[in-house]
Each structure stands twice: as structure tokens, then as C-alpha cells.
């Protein structure tokens, strides 16, 4: 069996270490603060996140940017040099277009380097969703299976990662669009929150609202509850937008009942920040997606 690679996108939210233990390759992606461009690597040499989150409660403004055809060429091409096989999983294609951008690249590539299998797979999720995918994409790998095998893996089960999250501001869900401007006064003033998963197509979708922060955090495990397989069995992962208490209060209560085999906290990071503001928390396991 060939050697390949497994590479994914910072919008993969897991932390340094498990990147380090598993050795995947990331690509970094920027992001716009107040006119100026900051790349986000796994290790926040140029913006930790904390900074990030304290700039967008000071009032300042980002957005995001796509991973472009140079970038993802630069990176595909010395792995390929290397003589290394390379499978990308990439950021949901129902949310930015990385993934069509690197299929642009890999079609070039292949005819440079024909004998040198290349492949990108659409996640269909998003942050420690996109994470938890990946992190158990590479534990296959371990047990043996080729790349065109894990590529039906995670084919097969990229809709059983299930993806739920709450988040404290609603003004980045209004100015994303997710919710009207009615929606953020109203639910603000009353605290409530909006309780948001991932569908089949790799879409941000609001799912149900909840009163308050503790039942916004109880609904994450009521849906854990009723929608994972095998729970005993997983590690899940629970991430947090710079709010590491509640992501330790949940992640408690989890390893009190003794739900769960494992669990990795991890910071979003400001790609995904970007869009949901400080305070997200996201709970997500393998199961059964069930958007109700």
C-alpha cells in the first residue's frame, strides 16, 4: 500500500496537540480584521484566538476568505514531490467554496504527476463537526484501509457526524443572515438562544430556541443523547468560541454519567468565529443526524 497524507483546512478546529498526535496536514485560511489580513495556522502565530474574540467584542469587524488555487497548489505539490498520495478532506461545500476551488487544483495536478493518486473529499461539515470527521477518517487509516477505501468511509459516514451548537451573540447569526434583525433584538432582550446543527447538504441550519444559557447547553446533551450510536464507544468533541467554563461545565456532566469513552475540548477558531461570534458552544458526536 502506497503512503498517503490526510490534509484538511483550519476550519477544522481541533487543538495543536491532536494535529501534532495525528498527523494531518493543515492549510491555513485568512481572514479580514479592520482592513488588514491575518492567516490562521493551528498555532495562532499571528492572532491567538482570544485576541480575536476580544476584537470582535471591542467592535471590530472580519470576514473570511477562500483557500485559493495557489495556496492549495503549493500545498498539494510539494507532497506530491515528496512522492506521496494525498487525500483532502475539505470544509462543507454548503458553506465556502474550498471545496470546488481545490477540485480546480487537483485536476491540473493530476495530469502533471499521473502517477500520484490525489483526491478531495466535501466533508459536508464544519468545525469540530469537520474535526471529529477527520479525527476518526485518521484512526481508519491506522487500521489499515487504502485511500480509495477511506474515501468510502468517510463517503458513507460524513452525515453521521452530527453538529449542534448554541451561540451568546446573535448579532453575527443576523449579520450572516441567519436570523432577521426582529429575531436578534427580540431574542437577545429575552435570552434566547438559537439552537443550530449541519443538514445533509452541509448547510448552517437553525433548528429550535431555548431559554437561557443552561438549557441551551442541556439541549446539546439531550440531543446527544437521543441521536448517538454507541456512545460508550466515542470520543466526541465539544468546542467552544473562547467560553471554556461552559465547555467545561458540559464536558463535566458528560464525564460524571460516564457517557462517553473520550472527550477533546477545543477552541473555535476565528474562521468559524467569524460567523458565529464569542460564546458558540458545539457539541458533536457520531450518530443519527435527526433535525428536530
Given at each position: 500500500m502506497k503512503d498517503y497524507v490526510i490534509i484538511t483546512d483550519s476550519t477544522v478546529d481541533l487543538p495543536l496537540d491532536i494535529i501534532e498526535k495525528i498527523n494531518i496536514g493543515i492549510i491555513p485560511m485568512a481572514f479580514d480584521m479592520e482592513n488588514i489580513t491575518y492567516t490562521h495556522y493551528p498555532d495562532e502565530r499571528?492572532?491567538?484566538?482570544?485576541?480575536?474574540?476580544?476584537?470582535?467584542?471591542?467592535?471590530?469587524?472580519?470576514?473570511?476568505?477562500?483557500i485559493n488555487y495557489f495556496t492549495y497548489r503549493e500545498c498539494f505539490e510539494k507532497l506530491l514531490k515528496e512522492g506521496k498520495d494525498i487525500l483532502y478532506i475539505a470544509f462543507s461545500s454548503g458553506l465556502s467554496g474550498t471545496y470546488n476551488n481545490s477540485q480546480l487544483v487537483i485536476q491540473d495536478l493530476k495530469e502533471e504527476y499521473p502517477?500520484?493518486?490525489?483526491?478531495?473529499?466535501?466533508?459536508?461539515?464544519a468545525s469540530v463537526g469537520e474535526g471529529l470527521l477527520v479525527y476518526n477518517a485518521v484512526m481508519k487509516k491506522e487500521e489499515g484501509l487504502a485511500i480509495e477505501e477511506l474515501v468510502k468511509w468517510?463517503?458513507?459516514?460524513?452525515?453521521?457526524?452530527?453538529?449542534?451548537?448554541?451561540v451568546e451573540d446573535l448579532h453575527h447569526l443576523k449579520r450572516g443572515g441567519r436570523i432577521s434583525s426582529v429575531e436578534a433584538i427580540i431574542g437577545t432582550t429575552l435570552k434566547i438562544k438559537p439552537v443550530l446543527s449541519v443538514d445533509y447538504e452541509g448547510k448552517l441550519v437553525n433548528v429550535s430556541k431555548v431559554r437561557g444559557d443552561k438549557k441551551s447547553l442541556e439541549k446539546l446533551l439531550d440531543k446527544m443523547?437521543?441521536?448517538?450510536?454507541?456512545?460508550?464507544?466515542?470520543?466526541?468533541?465539544?468546542?467552544?468560541?473562547?467560553?471554556?467554563?461552559?465547555?467545561?461545565?458540559?464536558?463535566?456532566?458528560i464525564r460524571e454519567k460516564e457517557l462517553v469513552k473520550d472527550i477533546i475540548i477545543s477552541t473555535i477558531g476565528p474562521i468559524i468565529g467569524t460567523h458565529t461570534g464569542q460564546g458558540m458552544i458545539g457539541l458533536t458526536f457520531m450518530g443519527n443526524k435527526n433535525l428536530k
Open positions: 499571528e492572532m491567538t484566538s482570544h485576541e480575536f474574540y476580544e476584537r470582535l467584542k471591542n467592535g471590530d469587524t472580519s470576514v473570511t476568505t477562500q502517477e500520484r493518486k490525489i483526491i478531495s473529499v466535501d466533508s459536508l461539515s468517510i463517503e458513507e459516514h460524513r452525515n453521521n457526524t452530527c453538529h449542534w451548537f448554541t443523547l437521543e441521536d448517538g450510536a454507541n456512545l460508550k464507544e466515542q470520543t466526541i468533541i465539544i468546542g467552544h468560541a473562547d467560553s471554556l467554563e461552559r465547555a467545561e461545565y458540559l464536558a463535566n456532566i
